[in-house]
């Protein structure tokens, strides 16, 4: 499929990574993401600071697995 071998291309190429990292957009959206995040500690949701804390260590509870298309 050309479609999956043109985004793997892309999504491995460093300096677009690096361009839209840098982007307006994406670090708008990285700023609300610790926003939100904050807020529902500080508003006493349990559930989020585990899932900060298991996202930090680089577990994944996903409670079913991910199926791919073939």
């Known amino acids: 499929m050309p479609i999956r071998s043109l985004l ?3 999504l491995n190429n460093e300096q677009i990574i690096q361009k839209l990292a840098d982007s307006k957009p994406v670090r ?3 700023q609300l993401t610790v926003f939100v ?3 529902a500690k500080e508003s006493g949701f349990d559930s989020v600071s585990k ?3 298991g996202f930090k260590q680089g577990e994944t509870n ?3 697995p991910v199926r791919r298309r073939k």
Do not use: T, V, W
């Open 8 to 10: 793997r291309y892309l």
């Open 28 to 30: 708008r959206a990285a």
């Open 37 to 39: 995040s904050q807020k």
């Open 51 to 53: 899932f900060s804390e």
């Open 62 to 64: 996903a409670s079913k």
